[in-house]
């Protein structure tokens, strides 16, 4: 938990103190509002033993508490994604480990700053623990109680809010798949929109969609015994007259690849294949909790991709809810079937004003871009420019990648109208797949989030992130759809 105040009392066990270079340099630590403190800060920074530098640390104890001196680097230099990653380190130091309430003073005011920080802290500590055994009862760092130095701001408070979404989808992605199922992501929606008035909520399922013809997803879901689910939850912040925005996630609970069964090294992860629908019941989280002012239709198309007797198999041909055929020809292509006939549900019966789907759709794309940037395409400039606006602000990073005419006659089949596949070796096969999706949208307005490399770390961490899912999109889309307040 964060809370915020303009002078704490400094009367806590521990204090995170930020200072920079120039702060450092012209000795002001005036931000440091206890006269004993700012006293030990300064005899340490008088002796030489402390600089200010990126991510430099010095634990002091001072007044009977622990002082953590944290280096935020140079003024300029030092970017918002490493002030992160610092506040990142400091909070999870040991100097914490058995310290739960923390204030922390921040080396400027700056409303970036700020934000920073608290993401630093709330992105940054999360921890998917689990599974994991533990041996000393410590409470974990993103439970911790943190006192930040500055006066409150309904921009930090719904910054803390904002986290708590990315929190939940991160919780969906690195759950087992067996957890996270259709059902779950169902009930999970429900839980969140139970009681709201502004909200209604449509489910496909099974028999649904074989009433409606959203035979795409269907097929894809023909090997799992979990039933499939098109989720669609109509939001309305706005005057009914102002446009929705339909967000669409990717919600594949498990991709074994299908009868293209996925060789060892490229399945250990693919529990992660709902992150798209995670995303978006992330963002409707924060939707409800900031009663965001707009208009939004929060879409997941959850299915799983099996193998077994009943999986659907390469060389089927399959018509979509849009009338439009569709041959197999890789049954791991299976993202582009679900989003397809969700893209075409939505827009003929809601018809919204655009469209932005997540998903982690294609390998391709993370040959194309590798881990930190989101890949964008979209048939419309100025959606594609507010979207790149707004990953700039929040540091969910978004890359744009090429859509033009020609590329409509790489996804077309001899014996259908299309092939789920592309070009031959799979050449720009982040951009062939979405050009798959837009032909399942007409005239509206499309955006599609390619978010296959950035929506889980399969490592030690990268930036402020820890190992697993990251939450991509979630800070993106609460940030753009509250712009429309
Ligand atoms: N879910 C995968 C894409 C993926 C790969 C996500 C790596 C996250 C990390 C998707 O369904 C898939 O397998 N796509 C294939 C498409 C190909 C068969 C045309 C791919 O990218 O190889
Ligand atoms: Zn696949
Ligand atoms: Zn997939």
């Not at 009392?9 to 204090?15: P, R």
């Not at 480990?97 to 080396?107: G, R």
């Not at 669609?232 to 009914?240: F, H, L």
Request: charged share 25%; with cysteine.
């Amino acid at each position: 938990m964060i809370r915020f105040q303009a002078s704490p009392k400094f009367d806590k066990a521990a204090t995170f103190i930020l200072l920079d270079k120039t702060q450092i340099h012209k000795k002001s630590f005036n931000l440091i509002t206890n006269a004993t403190l700012r006293d030990a800060v300064k005899e340490i920074v008088d002796a030489g033993q402390f600089h200010g530098e990126e991510r430099e640390t010095f634990p002091i104890v001072a007044n009977k508490k622990v002082l953590l001196l944290v280096g935020a680097g140079e003024p300029g230099k030092t970017n918002l994604t490493t002030l992160r990653s610092i506040v990142r380190q400091a909070a999870l130091s040991s100097c914490f480990k058995k310290i739960n309430d923390i204030e922390l003073v921040p080396h400027n005011r700056e409303t970036e700053t700020v934000i920073a920080i608290i993401e630093g802290i709330l992105i940054g500590t999360y921890s998917w623990d689990k599974y994991r055994k533990t041996t000393e009862k410590t409470v974990r760092p993103i439970e911790k109680n943190y006192i930040l130095a500055v006066a409150a701001k309904k921009e930090y408070e719904d910054a803390v809010v904002t986290c708590q979404g990315v929190s939940l989808t991160r919780n969906l992605i690195n759950e087992n798949a067996d957890i996270v199922t259709s059902e779950l992501m169902e009930s999970t929606v429900l839980g969140l929109v139970r009681g709201k008035k502004n909200v209604a909520v449509e489910i496909l399922g099974k028999k649904e969609m074989k009433a409606k013809g959203l035979n795409l997803h269907l097929a894809v879901n023909q090997g799992s015994p979990n039933e499939p689910k098109l989720i669609i939850v109509k939001y309305t912040g706005a005057a009914k007259n102002v446009g929705y925005t339909a967000v669409v996630g990717k919600g594949v609970t498990f991709d074994t690849g299908g009868l293209n069964l996925k060789p060892t090294g490229h399945m250990e992860t693919m529990r992660s294949d709902m992150s798209g629908a995670a995303a978006v019941i992330g963002t409707l989280k924060n939707a409800l909790a900031l009663n965001l002012k707009s208009n939004i239709i929060f879409v997941a198309a959850v299915a799983e991709n099996c193998i077994g007797s009943k999986a659907f198999k390469p060389g089927d041909v399959f018509r979509g809810y849009n009338g439009k055929t569709v041959e197999i020809l890789n049954t791991d292509a299976e993202g582009r079937l679900v989003l397809g006939d969700a893209l075409a549900y939505v827009e003929k019966n809601y018809k919204p004003s655009r469209f932005i789907d997540l998903a982690t759709l294609t390998g391709a794309c993370v040959v194309a871009l590798g881990y930190d940037y989101t890949g964008l395409v979209s048939n419309n400039d100025a959606l594609a420019n507010e979207i790149l606006a707004h990953a700039e602000k929040t540091d969910d990073r978004v890359w744009r990648l090429p859509s033009y005419w020609e590329i409509k006659d790489y996804v077309k089949s001899e014996i259908a109208d299309l092939k789920n596949v592309g070009l031959p070796k799979g050449a720009g096969g982040a951009i062939t797949a979405a050009e798959f999706l837009r032909s399942f949208v007409n005239d509206t307005p499309w955006a599609h989030l390619d978010i296959a490399g950035t929506s889980f770390v399969d490592g030690k961490g990268r930036f402020y992130y820890g190992h697993g899912a990251t939450g991509s999109g979630v800070r993106l889309l609460t940030s753009l759809l509250k712009s429309k307040e």
